[in-house]
């Protein structure tokens, strides 16, 4: 066993750990970074990048397709050449995950270990024959697909976000158990391919964490391109079937079973906690094995931290990055800053986008404050009517008392940059009467922000 002495041991080359290592390396701390996989993390090589990536051609497909309704002439049926879409996908993913590798590798101060890291003691890890020893560890082990218990899961093949990856061929069939955030892009994306898609979810609607109305809508959005939307479905089980899987379930309406050729468990993430010997360190979890950390991301032993989404505290890759200001903030430029400061804001990436900031319209009613609510459908959106993309909303929910915004929803064309027009507001703490002589540009989705933001009325409370 060789044995090395560091300031700081980052696990996990995910989006949290490099730049942490660029700021301690920066700070002139002797750093060891380990991967055991590939760099950049799920992000770059399994999530963001490729399905964003894949998101845009499955908007070329469906462009095209309605290219008639702009007056563009497209001769023949359009079609995706899944294994030149994939290709184009890794190409970008290569040329992230290489940079990062290559700016590790070159970065002063720091030693790249490339294997399984798993805790000796509260100040070791071992790596291969390697045992790291240091004063400082960050934990940046990231999470995984999980797999459902559900009857027959065993038995038939399935894919996750991963191995869907690695599909050359457009399915003919792909049923996507799981209507949420990494299923619904999925599910629209292969529905652009051309495959015929089913969603299953076990929730009375798709994407059950937001409100009722922008739930409809995309739901909407999705049964309108084809999608069959299979909710309330209760005892799912999967068999093998001569033309793929089959899976039963038991719905308040539709058949019983649906046939698919390929099936894509979307059904959460669990984090990579299991395998990293944390009892030999002492480092608490929860029950679902999210590491324990206090504000400042500090675990339940002192000197170790966890940063992203293996604690829990969030699941995107700017909550990953954010992780990493915070912990590089307060250990190494004297702040105090703290997670619980963080509004949360995230897209999902089906077309038209959803982009979210603060609370829900449900979870503010459940704060039993006054509020104020404000919307407006995309069929009002002059840019949603020229760009012929009026399907989906705008809502903002406000204290009435404070003025202050609690949370927003743009789901329409351009969502994912104009909810950052909110995301800003919220950020520098601003009331809804901020905007009120703002001159946005003309013509755009932001612009009816302060339009939205003007027509607030009051929302009945529930009555204790
Ligand atoms: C399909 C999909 C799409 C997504 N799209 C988006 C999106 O559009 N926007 C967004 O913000 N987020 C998105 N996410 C979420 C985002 O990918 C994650 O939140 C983000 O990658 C979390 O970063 P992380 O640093 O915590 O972990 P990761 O990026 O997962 O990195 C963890 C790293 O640790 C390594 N590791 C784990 N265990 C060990 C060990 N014991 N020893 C050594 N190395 C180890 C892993 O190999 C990995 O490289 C998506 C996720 C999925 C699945």
Known sequence: MNGSAFDAIVIGAGQAGPPLAGRLTGARMKVAVIERARFGGTCVNTGCTPTKTLVATARVAHLARRARDYGVMVEGAVSVDLARAQARAQSIVAASREGLEDWLGRM????????????????????????????????????????????????????????????DRVPEHLVVVGGSYVGLEFA??????????TIVEMQPHLIAREDPDVSTAIEAILRGEGIAVRTAARCIAVAPHARGVRVTMDCAEGEPAVVGSHLLLAVGRRPNTDDLALDRAGVATDARGFITVDDRLATSVPGIWALGDCNGRGAFTHTAYNDFEIVAANLLDGGD??????????????DPPLGRVGVTETAARALGRPLLVGSRPMTRVSRAIEKGETQGLMKVVADAETRQILGAAILGVGGDEAIHGLVDMMN?????????????????????IPTVLGEMKPAATPTA
Do not use: K
């Open 188 to 197: 629209q994306m292969f529905r652009r391919f051309g495959a015929a898609v």
């Open 337 to 350: 800053r703290r997670v619980s400061e963080r509004i949360p804001a995230y897209a999902l990436y089906i």
């Open 108 to 167: 002063p101060g720091c030693t790249v270990f490339r294997g399984h890291a798993a805790f000796q003691s509260p100040t070791q890890v071992r790596v291969g024959d390697d045992l790291l020893s240091a004063p400082r560890i960050f934990i940046n082990v990231g999470a995984r697909a999980s797999v459902p218990r559900m009857p027959g899961v065993d038995d038939v093949p399935h894919l996750d976000n991963s191995s869907i990856l690695a599909l």
């Open 428 to 448: 520098a703490r601003a009331t809804i009467d901020a905007y009120r002589w703002a001159v946005p540009i003309h013509p755009t989705v932001s612009e009816l």
